[in-house]
């Protein structure tokens, strides 16, 4: 009999041990470990962004992974998580076997953890992103861009982690940076957190502005109809490309195909089949599917990251101007490297 598709953590931690056991025995005969896993019908773990809450995220993944679950053969474990840190810790810990993620941290997973992309999400207003937003409340204190702008030290700012493209890179990026404002050290004081947090935040009145994006400000509205109404945008970035799913690349390639064939034609077909599915992208932030994708699909991503950087290098304080140029080429390298990987698309 399968094993059910979301496992309970008692069930997972009596998988790894069978697991372990079977590895120790694989590499004593010196036999390859992830074709062990897959003999011991390991549940590929998968880690959520935390959008929401924790809770509330892994409840709106629960259908699709049990359908991936079934495609695969396969058990899946969700790690939902409070942070970016915390998925970016699990992900450098070899605890995560496949991700939702976006912008930095799937580049990071990309170049740095030995993992590829194999699918990107849409979305049903069929733009190929999002938008990075600032928010603030109606008839409060901040009445204008130009006034956060010009005494940003008498704000209190809500923001995104600063691995966070809406939250943090992007805002910091296309608008704070080019006018000289440091997000971190500039505002009168700061809360990080979700872009539910964030947007609360400034509808409670525990924050005069907030980071956020148009994706999940239409969904914070269907959530907090009585606190969106209290909010309004006073800008909005240029289009940022949706997010990835991620896998490790030391899956067999026929193994990784499957799934990707999975994501690619889910919600594809016509009939009550078709419209359960649909129904399950649509209450899981409003997606509409995903596309084929490989690592070159994060280029845009290295280029915010690049940006950011010499953004970051230009305006900060070095002993002398030798030390800046040295930094600013650093980055040109590190740059370079990347594009060197995104380009290769193909896994190894």
Known sequence: MACPPILPIAAWLRQWAVFWRGALAALALGLPLVAT?????MPVRFGILPLGGAFESRNDWDPLLADLSKAIGRPVAVLSVTSYDALEQAIQRNEVDMAFLSGKMAL????????????QVTRHDGLPGYRALLLARKGGAVTSLDAVLGDP????LARGESRSVSGFIVPQLQ????NRIVMETRFRSEVVGTHQMTALAVANGEADVATNNTADFERFKLQFPAEAARLQVIWESELIPHAQIVMRRDYPAEFQQRVQGFLTGYAKARGPKGDAERAVLKSLHDLAGFLPADNSSLVP??????????????TAQFINEQARQTRLQRIEDGYADQLEVLRDGAPP
């Open 108 to 119: 990071d997973a990309v170049t740095l953890r030995q993992m590829r992309v194999v699918a």
């Open 153 to 156: 030290d008498r704000w209190r």
């Open 301 to 314: 991503a290295a280029k915010l990251a690049y940006q950011l950087a010499r953004q970051n290098a230009m």
């Open 37 to 41: 896993a897959q003999q011991a019908g």
């Open 175 to 178: 608008l704070f940076l080019p």
